[in-house]
C-alpha cells in the first residue's frame, strides 16, 4: 500500500491562505484520484485547509510547530518536521512506499497501482514530469532530471526511511536523512546504501508554478531563489530556446491523468 504525506505551511507564513486552500484542493483531488484505491493520504498541517473536497482516504494530522521565519532554511525545516512526524504517523499504516507530495503539484492517476504492483522495490525516482504556470495553455515537458527541480518526485520503499526511535515536539535538521531535507539527493543517497531506486517508467508529476508566487509549501522571493540557483536565469534562457520542442498544448488526457483542472 502507497502512503502519500502532505506538508502544508501555516496560514501565519502565507502570502495569501486562501489561494494555498485553492491550490492544496486540486493537489489532493489529484492524489485521490486514484486507479487503485490500496492507497491512504496523511496531510500534516499547524491548520486545516479550508477546502469543500473530502475522501475516506485521507487523514489529517495537525501540529503545534513554532511558526519559521521567512528564512528559506527555516521554513524547509518546518516542511521537514512535518515530513518527520507524518512518517512516524504513517508506521500504522503498514505501507510498502511512501510519496511526499508537495501540496500544490498534481500526480499521475497510475501511481498507486503501479506501486501496489510493485511492493518489494526499493523505491522510483521521477525523471520525467511537467512544468506547468498556472492558468496557461501550454505545459513544458521535462524529459529527464525532474527529480532535480520538483520535490514531488520520489517513492521510496518505507523501510529504507530513518527515523527517530522516539518521538519529539521537533527536531533538529541535523537529525534526519539528508534526502528527507534534499529531494534531489535520494537517488545518490540510496544508491550509496545498495538499495537504488529506479527511475519511474512514465511521467509521473507535474510541477506547479503558481502565477502569484504562492506556492502550498514554500514561497521565495526573487532574490532568495537567485541566491539559491544562480544558474537559474540560464535555465530560463534554455527552457525559452527549447520551448518549440519541449512545450505542447495542455490535452483533455493530461487534465484527466493528472486532475490538472481549473482551481476551486
Given at each position: 500500500m502507497l502512503m502519500f504525506v502532505i506538508p502544508i505551511k501555516s496560514p501565519k507564513v502565507s502570502t495569501s491562505w486562501f489561494e494555498v486552500c485553492r491550490l492544496f484542493e486540486r493537489c489532493l483531488r489529484s492524489v485521490c484520484n486514484q486507479t487503485s484505491l490500496d492507497f491512504q493520504v496523511l496531510v500534516v498541517c499547524n491548520e486545516k485547509p479550508q477546502i469543500a473536497f473530502n475522501h475516506p482516504k485521507v487523514k489529517y494530522l495537525e501540529v503545534d510547530f513554532p511558526v519559521p521565519s521567512t528564512d528559506y532554511f527555516a521554513k524547509m525545516n518546518d516542511r521537514s518536521?512535518?515530513?518527520?512526524?507524518?512518517?512516524?504517523?504513517?508506521?500504522?499504516?503498514?505501507?510498502?512506499?511512501?510519496?511526499i507530495v508537495d501540496a500544490d503539484d498534481c500526480i499521475s492517476k497510475q501511481i498507486a497501482a503501479f506501486v501496489n504492483n510493485n511492493p518489494q522495490s526499493n523505491g522510483w525516482f521521477i525523471d520525467k514530469?511537467?512544468?506547468?504556470?498556472?492558468?496557461?495553455?501550454?505545459?513544458?515537458?521535462?524529459?529527464?532530471?525532474?527529480?532535480k527541480m520538483c520535490g514531488t518526485c520520489n517513492i521510496i520503499n518505507y523501510k529504507?526511511?530513518?527515523?527517530?526511535?522516539?518521538?519529539?515536539?521537533?527536531?533538529?535538521?541535523?537529525?534526519?536523512?539528508?534526502?528527507?531535507?534534499?529531494?534531489?539527493?535520494?537517488?545518490?543517497?540510496l544508491a550509496e546504501r545498495g538499495t537504488p531506486i529506479q527511475p519511474l517508467p512514465f511521467s509521473g508529476t507535474i510541477?506547479?508554478?503558481?502565477?502569484?508566487?504562492?506556492?502550498?509549501?514554500?514561497?521565495?522571493?526573487?532574490?532568495?531563489?537567485?541566491?539559491?540557483?544562480?544558474?537559474?536565469?540560464?535555465?530560463?534562457?534554455?527552457?525559452?530556446?527549447?520551448?518549440?520542442?519541449?512545450?505542447?498544448?495542455?490535452?483533455?488526457?493530461?487534465?484527466?491523468?493528472?486532475?490538472?483542472h481549473p482551481l476551486q
Open positions: 518536521n512535518k515530513v518527520v512526524f507524518g512518517l512516524l504517523a504513517a508506521s500504522k499504516f503498514n505501507p510498502s512506499h511512501v510519496m514530469g511537467y512544468e506547468y504556470i498556472d492558468g496557461s495553455q501550454k505545459i513544458y515537458i521535462r524529459r529527464k532530471d525532474f527529480y529504507l526511511f530513518t527515523l527517530p526511535e522516539k518521538q519529539k515536539t521537533y527536531y533538529d535538521i541535523t537529525e534526519y536523512d539528508a534526502f528527507l531535507t534534499g529531494h534531489s539527493l535520494s537517488k545518490e543517497i510541477y506547479i508554478r503558481d502565477r502569484v508566487g504562492e506556492s502550498a509549501t514554500l514561497q521565495d522571493g526573487w532574490l532568495t531563489r537567485f541566491k539559491r540557483y544562480p544558474k537559474e536565469p540560464l535555465r530560463g534562457l534554455k527552457r525559452l530556446v527549447l520551448a518549440p520542442i519541449n512545450e505542447q498544448n495542455v490535452t483533455e488526457h493530461i487534465r484527466e491523468e493528472f486532475s490538472l
